[in-house]
C-alpha cells in the first residue's frame, strides 16, 4: 500500500488532506448502505459503490484528521429518508461519494473511491453481514462480523476520547435527490 495523505473526487474538484492513521478500514453489508449504494451509481456518470458481494468499502477518520481543500460548494447530502440520522456526501462536480456522516458522529466513513487503488487501506473487517441475503458468499480474508463487534466500538470510543468527546459537523450546500 502506498500511503498518501491527499484524497478527493474522480474529477479533482473535492480534495482533503488526512492526518494520522484511519480508525479502521471495513465494508459494510448494513441494507442502507447497500439501499443507497444502489441509488447513487445511478446517478450520472457514477462510479460504482458497491462491491461484488454488495459491500460498501469504507476508511474511518477521526473528523479532526481530514481538512477540505476544496469544492465544499460542491458537497450536497443524500438521505434514505427525510428523518435518518445518517447522511451520504456526494461530490456533485463528478457524483463522487465523499463520506457518510452519523448524527453526532464524532468520525467521517470516507468512500473508498476517494483512494486511489493502490493507496487504499486493506480492509480489516466487514460488518453487519446479517443484514446480507446469503452471508456466506463473503470470503473470509478478513472478519466477517454479523454486526459492529465490541472491538469496533472500541476503536470509535478511543477515537473519540482523543478528540475530548467532541463531534465537528460539517455543513453542505444543500440537498441531493436520487
Not at 447513487?40 to 458481494?53: S, V
Not at 476508511?59 to 451520504?88: I, N, Q, W
Not at 473511491?113 to 480489516?124: K, M, T
Amino acid at each position: 500500500m502506498k500511503e498518501i495523505n491527499e484524497i478527493g473526487c474522480r474529477c479533482g474538484q473535492v480534495r482533503l488532506v488526512l492526518s494520522g492513521a484511519p480508525i479502521i478500514s471495513t465494508e459494510c453489508c448494513c441494507s442502507s448502505c447497500r439501499q443507497a449504494g444502489a441509488r447513487l451509481e445511478q446517478l450520472e456518470g457514477a462510479a460504482p459503490i458497491l462491491g461484488e458481494h454488495g459491500t460498501t468499502r469504507f476508511v474511518l477518520y477521526r473528523k479532526d484528521r481530514v481538512t477540505f481543500l476544496g469544492g465544499l460548494d460542491g458537497l450536497r447530502e443524500f438521505r434514505l429518508s427525510p428523518d435518518a440520522g445518517t447522511r451520504r456526501v456526494v461530490a456533485t462536480c463528478c457524483n463522487t461519494p465523499v463520506f457518510l456522516d452519523f448524527k453526532g458522529g464524532h468520525w467521517f466513513s470516507l468512500y473508498a473511491g476517494l483512494w486511489p487503488q493502490e493507496a487504499l487501506p486493506p480492509v480489516e473487517m466487514r460488518t453487519m453481514t446479517s443484514d446480507l441475503p446469503d452471508p456466506s458468499v463473503l470470503p473470509g480474508d478478513v472478519p466477517n462480523r454479523k454486526h459492529q463487534s465490541v472491538s469496533f466500538f472500541a476503536k470509535l470510543l478511543g477515537a473519540w476520547m482523543a478528540m475530548g468527546f467532541r463531534s465537528p459537523y460539517l455543513p453542505v450546500g444543500g440537498k441531493l435527490e436520487a
